[in-house]
Each structure stands twice: as structure tokens, then as C-alpha cells.
């Protein structure tokens, strides 16, 4: 029971976090980024909880955008490139003949490379970044990851018994696979989401806080490009922006080690 409440804890925080985001979004009736010159700057009062930035724009609307935008990018990441690298480092263990092993350096060269430095390159190619750009320069490295965990994970399962006996009762290679392999190295993998979760939230906000975010200019990054600037006059812009970037990542995070708790009661450890 203990070990249950930790883990309703754990996933509580990004739970209400994005559920208070996402009712913002839908029930608000003025655009985050809609300027009223009058407040620029303006400290927080009544009509204002957090303040406004630069133009007036209103910090608590605009940072319920951005959070509840930067949220679901990050799940979206990390589930498909969980779903990716599992299925690709499973398939590749299983088929043997050294696959796992030509995987394995594969992905030593993608995350030997800088995600960063990739995602400058590749962003500053296009004239017009997009959320689904951003999504896909992270997809091309996260992958990496998981598959790598995969790979390790299921090379005990090429001997197992009941893999032998499904082979033998002449299962296909996709059956096996997705019915008796990837739910053995599920586990681990579940955890590795949040994680990965948490840095697409750090590297989004960071690609926005050099210019190559979202289109749509709704990104925690450029709260904290605000915030930098107007630090001695308006310090609350970027109090409000470091405490959204610190609590959503944190969140992910949380939400592994609630994962990380769930698994292993289902496992009954």
C-alpha cells in the first residue's frame, strides 16, 4: 500500500500540472501572446497573478500555453521514440547474426554526436521551425537510447524458454516479438520515458532561448530570453519562467520514479 501511495504521489505533480495548463488553454479568453502596451512589465496584481512581460503580454496565460504545449511535445517524443528503439533493439537481438551488435555502435555514433548541436543545425535550416520540426530533430537521437536499453535487456531472452517454445510452435518473428519480447523489457523502458520526457522539455525550452523555437513564439525558452533581459526591473518574468522549466522537467522526472514504483509492484519486488 505504501509502495501504491508513492507511486500516485510520484505521477500527482505533472498530473496537475498539465491538467491546470490544459484548462487554462481551453477556457481562456484572451490570446497568450496579445500585447497591452499599458502593462508592460508590470508587477503582479489582481487582474494579473504573475505579472506581464514584455509588451504586457500576461505571464500566467502565456506560461500555461507553453507549458501545456511543451508538455505534450515531450510525451509525444518520448513515447515514439520509446515504441521506436524497443521495437528496433528487440527485433535486432532476436534475429541475432551480430544485428545487435551492428545496432549497438549505431547508436554509439548518434549519441556520440551532440543533440544539441545537431538540433542547431538542422533548425537553423528552416525558415520557419515548427513544433512537429522540433519533435523530429529530438526523434533522431531518443531513439538511441531506448534501443541501446532494449538491446541489453532482451539478449536474455534469445535462450528462453518460452521464446524457444513459441518458435517452435512455429509463431512468426513479428509474434514473438511484440507478444512474448517486448513485454519482458518493458519495464525498464517505462522509466527511461519519463526521463526522456524531461530533457525534450530542457532542450525545447533551451532551442527557444537561442531562436530557433516554435513559430507560434510560445515556449518557456523565450519567457527566460525575457526574463534574462528585464532581471534587474522585472525579476518575476524570469522567476516565473526558471520555476515552469523546473517544475514541468521535474515532473517528467517524478513521473519515471512513479513508474519506476509501479513496475515493481506489478513484478511483486
Not at 106 to 114: E, K, T
Amino acid at each position: 500500500m505504501a509502495r501504491r501511495t508513492r507511486t500516485i504521489l510520484a505521477l500527482l505533480p505533472l498530473s496537475l500540472l498539465s491538467l491546470a495548463c490544459w484548462a487554462t488553454i481551453f477556457i481562456s479568453h484572451r490570446s497568450p501572446g496579445r500585447y497591452q502596451v499599458d502593462l508592460a512589465w508590470a508587477r503582479p496584481s489582481v487582474n494579473h497573478p504573475l505579472g506581464c512581460s514584455d509588451g504586457g503580454v500576461d505571464v500566467a496565460t502565456y506560461t500555461a500555453f507553453a507549458v501545456g504545449y511543451v508538455a505534450v511535445l515531450a510525451l509525444v517524443v518520448a513515447l515514439a521514440s520509446s515504441i521506436f528503439g524497443t521495437l528496433l533493439g528487440t527485433a535486432a537481438t532476436l534475429l541475432g547474426n551480430g544485428t545487435d551488435r551492428l545496432l549497438l555502435r549505431i547508436c554509439d555514433l548518434v549519441q556520440a554526436f551532440p543533440n544539441f548541436l545537431l538540433a542547431l543545425a538542422v533548425l537553423s535550416a528552416v525558415q520557419t521551425p515548427q513544433r512537429w520540426h522540433i519533435a523530429l530533430v529530438l526523434l533522431l537521437t531518443t531513439w538511441a537510447g531506448f534501443a541501446r536499453l532494449a538491446i541489453v535487456l532482451s539478449r536474455k531472452l534469445t535462450t528462453a524458454d518460452f521464446v524457444v517454445a513459441a518458435r517452435a510452435y512455429g509463431c512468426s518473428s513479428w509474434s514473438i516479438l511484440v507478444r512474448h519480447a517486448v513485454p519482458h523489457v518493458m519495464g525498464p523502458i517505462l522509466v527511461q520515458i519519463g526521463t526522456v520526457g524531461a530533457g525534450v522539455v530542457l532542450s525545447e525550452s533551451a532551442l527557444s532561448f537561442v531562436g530557433l523555437g516554435p513559430a507560434d513564439g510560445i515556449s518557456l525558452g523565450l519567457l527566460i530570453e525575457q526574463g534574462s533581459v528585464s532581471m534587474l526591473h522585472a525579476p518575476h518574468v524570469l522567476a516565473v519562467a526558471v520555476v515552469a522549466v523546473a517544475a514541468t522537467s521535474g515532473g517528467f522526472q517524478l513521473a519515471a520514479e512513479g513508474i519506476r514504483n509501479w513496475v515493481q509492484l506489478e513484478q511483486g519486488c
